[in-house]
Each structure stands twice: as C-alpha cells, then as structure tokens.
C-alpha cells in the first residue's frame, strides 16, 4: 500500500469546476471540519431524523397503490374471509398491499413502526433537551420549532391512521367527528369541511389523503431542516466535563468523524425498523374487516401517541353547560371539548412558555452552551415529572376497559381511580422526584469530599475496620464540579430598604418569591464553585488529546456574538 500524496485529478478537476462556479471551497472546508460532541443521549434526535427519512421513503412506495377513495366496491382478492364484501376503494387497496404487492405488507408495517419510532423519539429527545436545559438561550427558537414539530407529528400520525378505512381507524375516525362537532359556533363548518357532508361524508379519506402527503410533510421538512440548520449554527450543546466550556465543543469533527458514525446509525436504525416490520405484526387491517357507522369494535386502541387523548375522554366526568340555561340554543358538552384540548394544551403551551417563564423567575439572560444535569436543576426536573406523570396517567387510563377485563374488576371503579390519579399522581412526582435530586446532589458533595468506595477494608491501629475510599478521577471530578447554582433574582431591597425594581408591585413580588424557590444552591459542594477542574471561567484550548479532541472553530465563536 502506497501513501497518497496528492489529490486524485479526477476529484481535484470535480471540486476546482465547482468551486470556480459556486464558489463553495471554502464554505465546505469550514463546516466539514465543524465539531460535534459526543455523548449517547445526543443520538435520540437522530433516530427522529432517521426515522423520518424512513417514513419518507416508505410513504411514497404505499402512495403508488393507494386509492383515497370511499367510493364502494365489492371485495374480489386473495383473502377468503372478506369475499364478495362491500368496502371502500382505500380499504381495498390496503389489503391489496397487504397480499398482492410484492413486499408491500413488509413496507406498510415498516411505515407504521417508523411512523411510532418517530414520535416515541421526538418525544424522547424533547425530554433530554427539557431535562438538562437545552432550550435556554440561544435555543429557544429552535425548541419552538421542536414543539411545533410534535405537534404536526401528532396530526400526522391521526391522518394516517384512518386512511386504512378499517373498523379500528374508523372508530378513532368516529372520536374525532364527536370532538370537532362539540367546538361550539365552529364545530358544526369544521366538521362539514373535514368529512364534505355529514358524517362519515364522502371525501375524509381523499382530503385527509391529500393533508397526509402533501401538506403536512412539507411543513415538517422545512421545519425539520430549519431546525438543523439553526443547530448547526448555534453549535451544539455539550455535557460538563474536562476541558468543556462555553466558548468551545469537545469531539469529533463531522468529516469523517461524525458522518461515519451518522451512516451507520442509520443503517442500524433501518434495520431495527426492517425487523420489527418482519418479525412483529403491527395493524392487521384484513382481521377488523372495512369500517361502517353501523358496527363497533370492542377494545379498540388508537397508537400509544393519542392514546392520552383516549384517556382524558374516557375518565372526564359527564358536564355540559346549556347556553342562556336553555339546551335548544345549544350544549356545550364538557366532557368532550375539556378533554380534547385541555391535556393537548397544557402540555404543548407549557412547552413553549416554560423557557421564557423560567427566564422571567431567575433572570437569567446568558447564553448556555453546557448542558445540565437533572439532578442540578431540582425543581425544573421535578416539573418535567410531573408532566410524565400527567401524560401516563391519561395514556394507562385510555384502556380502561381493557384495564377492568384484564384485572376483573368494575370499569366505574378504573374510571374513579383515573380521577384520582391525575391529580394526585403529579403532585407525588414532583415531590418524589425533588427529595431524588436532593439526595443525588447530598451524594455528589460527599463524593467531592470523601472520594469513592473502593471496596478495601483496613484496620487501624486501633481496631477500627474502614473502608479505603479512593479519589474521583480528573472526569468525573470536573463532571460533578461543573455544577452551578440555579440562577435567581438578587435580594429584595438594596441598602436603602426600598425594593429591586423587578421585585415591586404584586406581580414583582411573586416575582421575588418564585424566584427565591425556584434557584439558589440547594445542596452546596465543598470545594466546588461551578468554575474549578473544567475552566468554565475562561479558555481551555486544546486538551493535548490530539486534533480531534477538543476544537473551538471560528463560526462557533461567531454564533456567540464574539
């Protein structure tokens, strides 16, 4: 083997012809040698993006034999059960699909565990960006863009699951006409535009068809690249350590580095989809049979994303308001509009609000390029949990039917114990998960100050017996000493006695107050400051781990405003 010591002509030609045109030499040597941190939990984004590339993909091979059609025809395939039986063009061409397209099942539930895996991952991604505070400046816009994100994912996965026409789409179809009916004022056009007359109308399929492929994913496209684009230009967030600031990114450089690793994730996230697609049935349309106002099905579940939805409906007492106390002039059924848009809009507002809320209670306006540890953070945290507690509750309760057959006991019983539980089951998160943090922050001082257990037992002279506790290790030290404390409002008044401007008032004062609970230093680290072992006061440079250690690349200097 010789060493290449000039560039191959075929390539040098290739890049001078470009780069005379587009003049992009020097734009892609800059951001081919861009550096991204390493850390496992980083890679949850990418099994969104992954998958979404799937979805893509597998979307527009189905698109080739799909009919969006509720015009009727009788069933004549390969499936015996269903001969002769009238159905919908959509359901017969999903069960053509299904037996007669080669590689067509194989696809379809490909598409359908992709479509779950991009949810369940955009979800898990949300949580490690909320949880170790990712969203704080410069990020906020691009953790809009994520909720935004979510949310056309939602109504993405809701138009795909009834395009089937099957018994079990159709009744998920069903819910959601009993919901858009109940909006007051507009929920009887919204309906007629949706469905193209009374229910279930003639043309829901073609349009939400038409919302399915077109509309929805070039939205989530452009947001998808907005959001990578502002990524890579406000460089990445990185997790405390050795040698890690917030004026540099320690890693790996994207080419080749990442983008080996970038490819082979992917192929490995493709294969995990390709054998669940195999090996583990998903959505079996041919055993529901064609969906007909007329018939219902038992124990029917929509996908584990709005099965939350599922769960507020079925556990909401029975209120309505009877507008001017009359019900000719019109109902107002509570107990479906609270909800179908209550759970949905605490959790999406909240998402969007909690950066500049939390902005607003520790005044905090610095730029954060170190991510934080949960644990640092109680009562962040602590939030976080009490919003997965909300959501499981709603999610286990959406099969409380299933929940009651399963444990034999009454469904009015499971229904009251959902009652219950929402409203208790966050309060003992937040206080579960807060004393968890505090005692996680007990056990980092201690480390700091006593070392590890090494799992040596001496005896001293005296007769004692102790364990040899061993020194943390330069990573680990730093990783626990990047600590800093929740930032909060100055003290109410200055020397004077008269309050801090931002603490006057009744506003300013609660203000004062949320501010004093909220940050501060709950457990201090003897010896600890936030700024000893990892530089966060100023330039660390290269760490003498080699060139692809620890990079501080000019346009990341330029995204700080510096």
């Not at 907005?226 to 320690?250: F, I, P």
């Not at 004692?464 to 030290?477: G, K, N, R, S, Y």
Request: charged share 15%.
């Amino acid at each position: 083997m010789t060493e290449l010591k000039t560039v191959p002509s075929r390539i040098s030609h290739s890049a001078g012809f470009l780069d005379a045109r587009l003049g992009g030499a020097s734009f892609l040597r800059r951001n081919m040698r861009k550096i991204f941190p390493d850390h496992w939990s980083f890679l949850i984004g990418e099994i969104a993006l992954y998958s979404f590339v799937i979805l893509l993909l597998t979307g527009t091979f189905l698109t080739f034999w799909f009919k969006p059609s509720m015009a009727h025809v009788a069933y004549d395939g390969p499936y015996g059960p269903l001969h002769g039986v009238m159905m919908s063009e959509a359901y017969a061409s999903s069960l053509e699909l299904s037996f007669e397209v080669r590689g067509g099942l194989l696809v379809r539930q490909m598409h359908h565990w992709a479509a779950l895996l991009f949810v369940a991952s955009m979800m898990a991604h949300m949580l490690r960006v909320f949880f170790t505070g990712a969203y704080r400046k410069p990020r906020e816009l691009n953790w809009i863009i994520g909720v935004l994100l979510l949310t056309l994912a939602l109504a993405e996965g809701l138009t795909g699951y009834s395009l089937p026409d099957d018994l079990l789409s159709g009744a998920g179809l069903r819910v959601t006409e009993g919901v858009v009916i109940s909006l007051p004022v507009i929920g009887t056009y919204l309906r007629f535009f949706i469905f193209g007359g009374e229910y279930p109308g003639d043309d829901v399929i073609a349009r939400f068809y038409s919302v399915h492929i077109l509309l929805i994913p070039a939205i989530l496209l452009a947001l998808v690249t907005a959001h990578l684009v502002l990524m890579w230009r406000q460089k990445h967030t990185q997790m405390d350590g050795k040698g890690k600031t917030n004026r540099n990114v320690v890693g790996a450089p994207f080419y080749p580095m990442f983008m080996a690793k970038a490819g082979a994730f992917f192929l490995f996230t493709l294969a995990v989809v390709v054998g669940l697609a195999t090996f583990a049935q998903i959505n079996p349309i041919w055993l529901y049979g064609p969906y007909t106002p007329a018939d219902i099905s038992a124990g029917s579940q929509p996908d584990f994303y709005l099965a939350f939805l599922e769960g507020a409906l079925r556990i909401m007492p029975a209120w309505e308001i009877n507008l001017f106390g009359t019900s000719e002039i019109g109902t107002v059924p509570l107990s479906v509009i609270i909800p179908a848009l209550l759970p949905l809009g605490i959790i999406l507002v909240g998402l969007i609000l909690y950066p500049f809320a939390e902005r607003w209670i520790t005044g905090d306006r610095r730029e954060h390029h170190i991510a934080e540890r949960p644990r640092n953070n109680p009562h962040r945290t602590s939030i976080g949990m009490s919003a997965i507690a909300f959501y499981g509750v709603l999610w286990l309760f959406g099969a409380n039917d299933e929940l009651s057959a399963f444990l034999h006991v009454s469904l009015n019983l499971t229904t009251y114990a959902g009652r219950v539980m929402i409203i208790t089951m966050p309060v003992l998160a937040y206080i579960v998960t807060y004393r968890m943090c505090l005692g996680l922050q007990r056990r980092d001082a201690d480390m700091i100050s006593h070392g590890v257990e090494s799992g040596v037992i001496k005896r001293l002279p005296s007769g004692e017996f102790i364990e040899v506790h061993a020194p943390l290790t330069e990573d680990a030290d730093a990783h626990i000493r990047g600590k800093e404390a929740v930032p909060q409002l100055p003290a109410g008044a200055n020397g004077e006695g008269v309050p801090a401007k931002a603490m006057r008032g009744l506003i300013g004062g609660l203000r004062g107050r949320m501010s004093t609970a909220y940050g501060g230093e709950k457990i201090p680290i003897n010896g600890a400051n936030g700024h000893n072992g990892n530089g966060h006061n100023g330039h660390n440079g290269h760490n003498g781990q080699g060139d692809h250690a620890a990079v501080t690349s000019g346009d990341d200097d330029h995204a700080l405003g510096r």
